[in-house]
């Protein structure tokens, strides 16, 4: 089946712009996980959802960073606000639930912030 | 902040050499996992060893884990072109599905 996927690929947003950036997990896959990736870094952990709940957001670096997941399946990333500094990739995962360790990355949004 | 630790940071090697990459973490952990990323690409999830494991092989891909010095070891034998990417190692306390990933390590095969 299809994999993980996330749009758009790239978007540039100006300093003070909202962004929404969304991810499509595997079919039927419970967990889905955002990081953000710095140019040069490995992925920092933002924010877990386990179906819709919202489990884990103690990554999510301030309060303009949100994310729904609302029919546990699609999930936004929605930055308000953006600044400078919140330039990077965005990755989404999902697998299958908390009981596997794999997990499948998409390819991920490069949010360029002017 | 990222608790793993890969060295060397950047690695370059001929085609048919072996590679290796270190991890070291600071936590008590459940699983370690590395994965590869291609330029411009999401992860692939490439191998998983467990806290009571000590090695473990997948093809060409060996990888160690020594909890007492809270590091970890991936060698890739006989390395190819293909092998280009950055490699990341990924640790997690367990249940709580909390990834926590390091730095990386760039690895450049030469043909």
């Known amino acids: 089946g299809a994999g993980v996927s996330q749009s758009p690929r790239y978007k540039v947003a100006k300093r003070g712009q909202d962004v929404a950036l969304r991810c499509d997990p595997i079919?039927?896959?419970?967990?889905l996980f955002w990081y953000q990736q710095a140019l040069g870094q490995g992925p920092e952990f933002l924010t877990y959802?386990?179906?819709?709940?919202?489990?884990?957001k103690s990554g999510l670096p301030s309060d303009r960073f949100f994310a729904e997941r609302p029919e546990g399946s699609v999930s936004t990333l929605k930055i308000q606000r953006t600044q400078q500094e919140d330039s990077a990739v965005y990755l989404c995962?999902?697998?299958?639930?908390?009981?596997?360790?794999?997990?499948?990355f998409g390819p991920g949004t490069r949010l360029t912030v002017l | 902040s990222q608790q793993g630790e890969e060295d060397p940071q950047a690695l370059s090697i001929q085609e048919g050499e072996n590679a290796t990459m270190n991890c070291s973490y600071k936590?008590?952990?459940?699983?370690l996992q590395w994965y590869r990323q291609n330029s411009g690409r999401g992860l692939v999830h490439l191998i998983l060893?467990?806290?009571?494991?000590r090695e473990k092989h997948s093809g060409r891909l060996r990888v160690t884990l020594d909890t007492s010095k809270k590091s970890s070891s991936l060698l890739i034998t006989a390395s190819r072109a293909a092998d280009t990417a950055s490699y990341f190692c990924?640790?997690?306390?367990?249940?709580?599905?909390?990834?926590?990933f390091g730095p990386g390590t760039r690895l450049s095969v030469l043909p």
């Open positions: 995962a999902s697998n299958e639930g908390p009981a596997y360790n794999e997990q499948f």
């Open positions: 079919s039927g896959h419970v967990s």
């Open positions: 959802f386990q179906n819709e709940a919202q489990l884990d």
């Open positions: 936590t008590s952990i459940n699983n």
């Open positions: 060893i467990r806290s009571n494991e």
């Open positions: 990924a640790t997690d306390r367990g249940y709580g599905q909390n990834f926590v």
